[in-house]
């Protein structure tokens, strides 16, 4: 909790009760010290917000007590005042973290205006600080929920996995909780403090990722009016999630790797050198051993992304977690929605159960939210999932399990446009009707994605 008090150190009467005489105007509280070593007493004692201080004072300078400030943790955003001939110093002491400076003679405006920007700047950090606590509690490992044994086992070796500096890829089929897992392996992380970024390599055009990942310098090409740092820079000290890593282009792979082993790059358009202290977590829904293998992919960057590879496994694998998650669902949508829903009727669970999820915890989310939106009664019925799911028979046969209507009597070429049309049509609901994805998923052109649409009449559905 922030106590908006500010410490004045200066061994000139007449200039410390100017100070602070304006600053209680502003309406801060306000302690004083004459020189170093009282400083130290007093901020250890009253443990201020922000200190002003001044460079040269008798028994103990403003640089020396700065430095014992960082030494005894004193935590306060310190603004030194100086000399003009002493600017040297105090440039020095921001690079160890002062927060600024301020020549002498000074503008009250002057001193006002870096008071209050030094004490948003701590009102930022707490709250930053507060919701990185939030967070870290929010995705511990002990909050997760799940029945399957196969989970357990990947929770347990991700656990291990996020306290370690390994690049991790994570892979898995669209939809099954990958990005779940990368703020589990972050806020479990000695890194949880730090910023977690995440950046899809599938949304943006190869010239525009790699600016975006890596930054540009000013006129580095068309509309580059300033200089902009990119992802990597963004998230020293924390954590870069690269999302759909196999859409990433080779040109921008190879820039990649070298951010792996040398934790270094330029930015477009630029000849400086930018270090970075960053973790990568990667994800794909893709094969890459088998885009390696076609030459889409770097081998190279392959084995140095995968150092640790966790597999999620799709929802039809873990069927002992599709209750549990669908009554998590229903209790946050229900919550969201302001209605009064306990649970679901025998029968519509055992469809939720029965069914196959193409689209996996993605899919199952929509479908418990689109229920509590149609369903009028405290408990969810057959009648109130999507007909797709409704009409999933539970029979024994695994063909009707799948959905799939019965094929006794039909010609082969019949029952493969039967099987085309449901996956085109799945795919694309998982998607929510992005064409672009879906034809991506299904690996073919967008062209051909919209013919088949056309053919099979799915623009009406």
Same mark, same amino acid.
Not at 325 to 335: D, N, P, S
């Given at each position: 909790?922030?106590?908006?008090?500010?410490?004045?150190?200066?061994?000139?009467?007449?200039?410390?009760?100017?100070?602070?005489?304006?600053? $209680?105007?502003?309406?801060?509280?306000?302690?004083?010290?004459?020189?170093?070593?009282?400083?130290?007493?007093?901020?250890?004692?009253?443990?201020?917000?922000?200190?002003?201080?001044?460079?040269?004072?008798?028994?103990?300078?403003?640089?020396?007590?700065?430095?014992?400030?960082?030494?005894?943790?004193?935590? @306060?955003?310190?603004?030194?005042?100086?000399?003009?001939?002493?600017?040297?110093?105090?440039?020095?002491?921001?690079?160890?973290?002062?927060?600024?400076?301020?020549?002498?003679?000074?503008?009250?405006?002057?001193?006002?205006?870096?008071?209050?920007?030094?004490?948003?700047?701590?009102?930022?950090?707490?709250?930053?600080?507060?919701?990185?606590?939030?967070?870290?509690?929010?995705?511990?490992?002990?909050?997760?929920?799940?029945?399957?044994?196969?989970?357990?086992?990947?929770?347990? @070796?991700?656990?291990?996995?996020?306290?370690? +500096?390994?690049?991790?890829?994570?892979?898995?089929?669209?939809?099954?909780?990958?990005?779940?897992?990368?703020?589990?392996?972050?806020?479990?992380?000695?890194?949880?403090?730090?910023?977690?970024?995440?950046?899809?390599?599938?949304?943006? +055009?190869?010239?525009?990722?790699?600016?975006?990942?890596?930054?540009?310098?000013?006129? @580095?090409?068309?509309?580059?009016?300033?200089?902009?740092?990119?992802?990597?820079?963004?998230?020293?000290?924390?954590?870069?999630?690269?999302?759909?890593?196999?859409?990433?282009?080779?040109?921008?792979?190879?820039?990649?790797?070298?951010?792996?082993?040398?934790?270094?790059?330029?930015?477009?358009?630029?000849?400086?050198?930018?270090?970075?202290?960053?973790?990568?977590?990667?994800?794909?829904?893709?094969?890459?051993?088998?885009?390696?293998?076609?030459?889409?992919?770097?081998?190279?960057?392959?084995?140095?992304?995968?150092?640790?590879?966790?597999?999620? +496994?799709?929802?039809?694998?873990?069927?002992?977690?599709?209750?549990?998650?669908?009554?998590?669902?229903?209790?946050?949508?229900?919550?969201?929605?302001?209605?009064?829903?306990?649970?679901?009727?025998?029968?519509?669970?055992?469809?939720?159960?029965?069914?196959?999820?193409?689209?996996?915890?993605?899919?199952?989310?929509?479908?418990?939210?689109?229920?509590?939106?149609?369903?009028?009664?405290?408990?969810?019925?057959?009648?109130?999932?999507?007909?797709?799911?409704?009409?999933?028979?539970?029979?024994?046969?695994?063909?009707?399990?799948?959905?799939?209507?019965?094929?006794?009597?039909?010609?082969? $070429?019949?029952?493969?446009?039967?099987?085309?049309?449901?996956?085109?049509?799945?795919?694309?609901?998982?998607?929510?009707?992005?064409?672009?994805?879906?034809?991506?998923?299904?690996?073919?052109?967008?062209?051909?994605?919209?013919?088949?649409?056309?053919?099979?009449?799915?623009?009406?559905?």
């Amino acid at each position: 909790m922030l106590n908006n008090k500010i410490l004045v150190v200066d061994d000139e009467d007449s200039v410390r009760a100017l100070l602070c005489l304006v600053l $209680r105007r502003e309406g801060y509280e306000v302690v004083e010290a004459s020189d170093g070593l009282m400083a130290l007493e007093v901020a250890k004692r009253e443990a201020p917000e922000v200190v002003i201080m001044d460079v040269r004072m008798p028994r103990l300078d403003g640089l020396a007590a700065f430095r014992t400030f960082r030494q005894e943790q004193v935590s @306060a955003a310190v603004i030194l005042m100086t000399a003009f001939a002493e600017v040297n110093s105090a440039v020095e002491a921001m690079k160890l973290g002062a927060f600024d400076y301020v020549i002498k003679p000074f503008n009250l405006d002057e001193i006002k205006l870096l008071i209050n920007r030094a004490v948003t700047s701590r009102q930022l950090a707490a709250e930053a600080k507060l919701l990185r606590q939030e967070l870290s509690s929010a995705y511990g490992f002990d909050k997760v929920l799940t029945n399957s044994p196969k989970m357990k086992r990947i929770y347990e @070796a991700a656990a291990r996995v996020a306290m370690t +500096p390994a690049t991790v890829l994570i892979t898995g089929e669209s939809g099954t909780g990958k990005e779940v897992m990368v703020n589990l392996i972050h806020y479990n992380s000695a890194r949880a403090g730090g910023p977690l970024i995440k950046v899809n390599c599938s949304a943006l +055009p190869e010239t525009l990722l790699e600016s975006e990942l890596f930054g540009h310098e000013k006129g @580095a090409f068309t509309n580059a009016a300033s200089r902009r740092l990119g992802r990597f820079e963004l998230a020293d000290k924390g954590t870069i999630f690269l999302d759909e890593i196999g859409e990433m282009p080779l040109s921008v792979q190879v820039k990649l790797l070298r951010v792996l082993q040398e934790h270094e790059f330029e930015r477009v358009g630029g000849s400086q050198t930018v270090k970075t202290d960053i973790r990568i977590v990667a994800a794909t829904n893709r094969s890459l051993p088998d885009m390696v293998a076609k030459g889409a992919f770097r081998e190279d960057l392959y084995y140095r992304l995968a150092v640790v590879n966790i597999h999620m +496994p799709s929802l039809r694998e873990r069927r002992e977690d599709i209750a549990l998650l669908a009554r998590l669902f229903l209790q946050k949508y229900a919550h969201e929605m302001g209605r009064e829903v306990d649970d679901f009727d025998s029968e519509a669970l055992a469809l939720l159960e029965a069914y196959r999820w193409p689209g996996n915890i993605r899919e199952l989310s929509n479908v418990v939210e689109r229920a509590v939106v149609m369903g009028s009664g405290r408990i969810i019925f057959a009648e109130d999932l999507p007909p797709h799911i409704a009409n999933v028979t539970k029979a024994n046969d695994p063909d009707e399990q799948d959905g799939t209507a019965c094929w006794e009597g039909k010609k082969l $070429r019949d029952i493969l446009k039967e099987t085309e049309r449901t996956a085109i049509a799945r795919v694309l609901r998982c998607n929510g009707g992005n064409r672009m994805k879906t034809a991506r998923d299904l690996e073919m052109s967008r062209r051909a994605l919209q013919y088949k649409i056309e053919e099979y009449g799915l623009d009406e559905e």
